[in-house]
Nanobody
């Protein structure tokens, strides 16, 4: 069973920082793009950032300049460094590995930003 294990969420004040981690197996990690999504209460899940197997990142406009996605190939782990957090960043953050015919998801980690 494929597992994507997220960690690093929590409660932080506006302007603060958090770093999320997502670890998975090498068979998943080294075969394609990895991504972070988030879902706020009452809203649709949205793509936050993605990174290709070669390390090319892409970020949603809403987080550009504040969030940075990265990957550590030695640890089969991706990260999401989140700086200057805003209350509107409050959501459950999910790790995602889209593959041919299937999309793998983590269990989600809660990020709450207080004003």
């Amino acid at each position: 069973q494929v597992q994507l294990v997220e960690s690093g969420g929590g409660l932080v004040q506006a302007g603060g920082s958090l770093r999320l981690s997502c670890a998975t197996s090498v068979s998943i990690f080294m075969t394609g793009t990895m991504a972070w999504y988030r879902q706020a209460p009452g809203k649709q899940r949205e793509l936050v950032a993605s990174i290709t197997m070669r390390g090319r990142p892409d970020h949603a406009d809403s987080v550009k300049g504040r969030f940075t996605i990265s990957r550590d190939n030695a640890k089969n782990t991706i990260y999401l460094q989140m700086n200057n957090l805003k209350p509107e960043d409050t959501a459950v953050y999910y790790c995602n590995a889209p593959r041919v015919g299937v999309s793998y998801w983590g269990q989600g980690t809660q990020v709450t930003v207080s004003s």
